[in-house]
């Protein structure tokens, strides 16, 4: 063993008096693991309630995938977890940011506005979640009070509900566990860049654990005239009611303000000398703006009754006020620079979207036997409402009184004043929806070698939409059923072949829900179709490898009615087929890994011809080969450094593939050095070798182009 690799392993664990004496156990075994080559302390080991213990890059369980509490190599289904350490490692605060180094996962530009992801070829906005309940909003989630990120993917309906299709993205909070915690985190870098976060908890008695997280940062960024200015407050407690009773209580208060920056142009069939314009803002920062204030409050009841059943009962209040304005490179006809390079037309308007969520979730778990099988059952059931606006206003340009205003290109910003109309073909609407789930789910050993998993979910979906001009409402009532089938085969303890098929849809309303037409009132839900196989591999407790193989189908999706204007065919179809290796964990004492290798081959298979988007077309932002992997190794006992690589073959802007958007490979370094005990330093240097590059996109006409060479200094200190 490498002699400064050993740290110690911390008895405090024994403190968390409502942490099951399994889980106290396992933890303990992965720490003495004589396999492991690692000892470990409760930096490098974190236990939450949700997620179970992690060792450094390395989770080993999960309850968000089966909603019960199970070892990832016995879950039938894709799963990566980036843990705490490694998102401290890497340096990055949003969620998306954190994505990077997930296989299979591409970013979204988001509009400019909010989290957005590409999951093995499927784009969403709304698929992100808080402990298993759904955070659907639109607006970009700071990682200061998170414990882990879990990626769950193909489609996961069973679990979460309508949406999913490709994969969700799950958070997970830290809670009140009754260890003492004090800890402050200062960043500052290029861009005037700064940031304080803090993390502090104990115990008020034997039975109430405290806990507060805070954060608040002022940062520019590479991009000219953009900023942000964001901060959140997160108290928690955990109260034991009893030996078998706890509840958990969380208040979060978040505000983000940032300038909206929709990118640049492009020409010819490229981004628009984008080498050139790493910097360069198109519109008018000055009437730019993504800001959102977010009040979200939680309760979490666990109880065990004497008869062995396991509930949790969760509620969620949630109220998000949104609002987004941007004056950007058009994506109507004539956004793109003309062949001369001589103009580029802007274009502006805003998004009012202000959401109020209430969900309450009632998960019921009974471990028993019958004969030689053993089973986990689990039952419950969901309950939800959303309400919220949609309210669009389009811009009109005082120098030409029109929607569009030309610019040249080599000086693309715009002090022009602009006026905002809601127009009568802009939304004006108000909506609410009511949900109701009820789900069962069997989880069964076969012997030592053969598990099954089947579940059923049926949900009922009751949306409408008011026009407020008009006052007329269209309403849709749609019941779905949600299957999953999944079975595991362990030939040993520490190697598992799966396979899985599942089912998800998305309703009419679509990933947002915010309107309703008379054409999308008669459509019926897209069709998520999932076909899985893969490996998992736990070399050591410390280490896992993984593997799949998928065909996902997307079916239903809506094309205009050439005859019909304002509705639609249903005969879009989509397919993403892909290949996926991970690893994750210690692969010596030494040397930590996260990352690995996707393919995937997300292409339209049938529809869209009116647009230009036909069969054979790529799906946009989707490359066919992406590889990302992060090391961390030890040098000394104080010191260690990170290398990261991000390598991803060219992609297309959109699924028209008109515009191409070329590959690159980036390198990514930290490097770490324990001060003294309790004071760690550390430095992250994005794009070290300053390549120039593309990063995402939003369509055609609004690309974003990668940081340049960006350093990042950060001092976690502990007390």
Known sequence: MHPFARIRLITVLSAVPFLSDMRVAEAQAVAADPGNHTEVTLDQLSVDGVGGPTVGYRANRSRSATKTDTQLID??????????????DQGFQGVTEALRYVPGV????????????????????????????????????????????????????MIFGRGGGGGVVNRVLKDATGTPVREVILQGGQYFN???AVDVGDRVSDSVFFRLNGMFEDSGTYRDYVDLRRWGINPTATILLGPETTLKLSYEYFHDDRTA???????????????????TFFGNPDLSYSRVDAHIATAVLDHRF?????????????????????????????????AAGTAVDLSAFNNDTPRTNFFNQNDFTYKFATGPLAHTLLAGFELGKQDGITYREDGFFA??????????????????????RNLASASNSRYDLGLAAVYVQDQVEIGPHVQVIGGLRYDHFDFSSTDRRTNVTNSRIDDLLSPRVGLVFKPVDTLAFYGNYSVSYLPSAGDQFTALSEGLAIAEPERFENREVGVKWDVSSTLQLTGALYDLDRFNQRLADPNRPGFFLLSGQTNAKGVEIGANGYVTDWWQVAGGYAFTDARIVSGFSSAAIVPGNHVGLVPFNAVTVWNKFAVTPSFS?????????????AADNTVRLPGY???DLGLFYQVTDLVRAQINIENVFDRGYIATADGNNNISPGAPRIVRAQVIAKF
Do not use: C
């Not at 879950?75 to 401290?88: I, K």
């Not at 590409?118 to 414990?147: P, T, W």
């Not at 290109?409 to 715009?414: K, M, Q, Y």
């Open 75 to 88: 879950t039938p289904q894709a799963v990566t977890v980036v843990t705490r350490e490694q998102v401290q």
């Open 106 to 157: 591409f970013l979204h530009q988001g509009a400019a506005n909010r989290d957005e992801v590409v999951i093995r070829g499927q784009q969403s906005s709304a698929d992100f979640y808080v402990n298993g309940m759904r955070d659907d909003a639109m607006y970009y989630r700071d990682l200061y009070n998170v414990e882990r990120i879990e990626v769950l993917k193909g489609p996961n309906a």
């Open 194 to 196: 700064k940031r304080v």
């Open 261 to 279: 920056d929709r990118g640049i142009p492009s020409q010819l069939g490229r981004p628009y000398r984008y080498r050139d314009n790493i910097r």
């Open 306 to 338: 004497a008869s062995g059943v396991e509930m949790r009962s969760q509620f969620r209040y949630a109220d998000y006020a949104k609002a987004y304005q941007v004056v950007y490179p058009s994506i109507r006809s004539g956004g793109a620079v003309n």
């Open 399 to 420: 120098t030409t009184g029109t929607q569009t205003l030309t610019v040249n290109p080599l000086s693309p910003v715009s002090r022009v004043p602009v006026t905002f």
């Open 641 to 653: 450094f990170g290398v990261g690589a991000i390598h991803q073959t060219h992609t297309f802007a």
């Open 665 to 667: 490979t980036r390198f």
